[in-house]
């Protein structure tokens, strides 16, 4: 059973940074990519960023130049950091790993709160 385990998060303010880890039970190289999913109140979850098994990085437009997703895959951990954060990047950011049959794993969530 895959089990991926997060880190980080918390309240800062605007213009202030956070960093999110995400550390996996088996080999990140297993997956088809890892990465982050947020879901703020009463919204969608949204996809923020992924990396695919042969590195290439993905963003959502409203992060891209703020946040910046990198692994380490003797630690079986995947890292996200976000810089520059404003109020709406407030939610609940889930860690994921995916399969290519779109099978997903999800971690057990993390808040990140940015005060205006």
């Known amino acids: 059973q895959v089990q991926l385990e997060e880190f980080g998060g918390g309240l800062v303010r605007a213009g202030g940074s956070l960093g999110l880890s995400c550390t996996a039970s088996?080999?990140?190289?297993?997956?088809?990519?890892m990465g982050w999913y947020r879901q703020a109140p009463g919204k969608e979850r949204e996809l923020v960023a992924e990396i695919n098994v042969g590195g290439r990085k993905d963003y959502a437009d409203s992060v891209k130049g703020r946040f910046s997703i990198s692994r380490d895959g003797p630690k079986k951990t995947v890292y996200l950091r976000l810089d520059n954060l404003k109020p709406e990047d407030t939610g609940v950011y889930y860690c994921f790993a995916r399969i290519l049959s779109n099978r997903f794993w999800w971690g057990q969530g993390t808040q990140v709160t940015v005060s205006g």
């Open positions: 088996q080999n990140i190289f297993d997956f088809n990519a």
